[in-house]
């Protein structure tokens, strides 16, 4: 029986409903990675009070997505190649594990629907053009799928209400608009097809290298931007500098 999702939560409240929009605003990088949060104005944009305002970012710095410093305030989180390679690394453990288990305890149901939503992601001009492969949050995003997949409620809590938010920061910014797009389409499809076969070990295998390779793209990434900006003379990739 699939598990509860941690990611939907229905917005009631003031306070959920702005920090549902500066979450997607950060993931997608709207609102810079790296910069100063100013709650003046920000609670004039969102048309909301400062207590409002302090309870979804309280909310955001449980996602990840904004860090607070003595002395400093708050700032929306870098986006750097040591943040990379350390929530890579869990990522890649943590998801191969998901996967594992998904192979044990997904139903043909759900199996059926991962296909049909790999299907649907195959109409992507994009992706057909082989330049970026998008998949938008929840239902639609493979990653996602699996992990529920995996019926394991502590590995859900851990990755889904924990670290997805943060991963799909690193991955809308860096990692879907990429050459490596139609590999990593390839990449999903030999992963469903081991999870299809009840093949926990080749699985996992599967999406820790799947993984490893997004890493090594998106770190690849972040350092040809750190090189172009100091080569400019423009601002370098928050956080290293």
């Not at 003031?14 to 709207?30: C, H, L, P």
């Not at 690193?170 to 990692?175: A, S, T």
């Not at 469903?192 to 599967?206: C, K, N, T």
Request: glycine fraction near 6%.
């Amino acid at each position: 029986m699939p598990l509860d999702d941690p990611t939907k939560i229905v917005a009631v409240t003031t306070a959920d409903k702005v920090f549902e929009q500066m979450q997607r605003a950060i993931v997608e990088g709207e609102i810079l990675a790296g910069s100063k949060i100013s709650e003046p104005e920000l609670a004039k944009q969102y048309q909301v009070s400062r207590s409002t305002l302090r309870e979804a970012l309280n909310r955001l710095e449980k996602c990840h997505l904004i860090e607070r410093k003595a002395n400093v305030g708050s700032r929306v989180v870098q986006c750097t190649t040591q943040g990379l390679l350390d929530l890579y690394f869990v990522r890649e453990a943590l998801e191969g594990m998901a996967c594992r288990q998904a192979a044990e305890n997904m139903s043909d149901a759900e199996i059926v629907d991962m296909k049909a939503m790999l299907n649907q992601h195959a109409t992507s001009q994009a992706l057909k053009d082989g330049v970026a492969y998008y998949q938008e949050e929840g239902d639609l995003d493979f990653h996602y799928k699996v992990i529920l997949g995996s019926h394991n409620a502590q590995l859900i809590q851990l990755i889904c209400g924990q670290l997805y938010h943060l991963v799909r920061m690193y991955r809308c910014q860096f990692g879907m608009h990429s050459p490596r797009a139609s590999r990593a389409f390839s990449e999903h499809a030999q992963i469903i097809e081991a999870i299809s076969d009840r093949d926990g070990e080749l699985a996992e295998m599967l999406m820790r290298r799947h993984i490893a390779a997004s890493r090594k793209n998106i770190e690849t990434k972040i350092a040809r931007q750190l090189a172009a900006e100091l080569k400019t003379g423009t601002t370098p990739v928050q956080g290293e500098q």
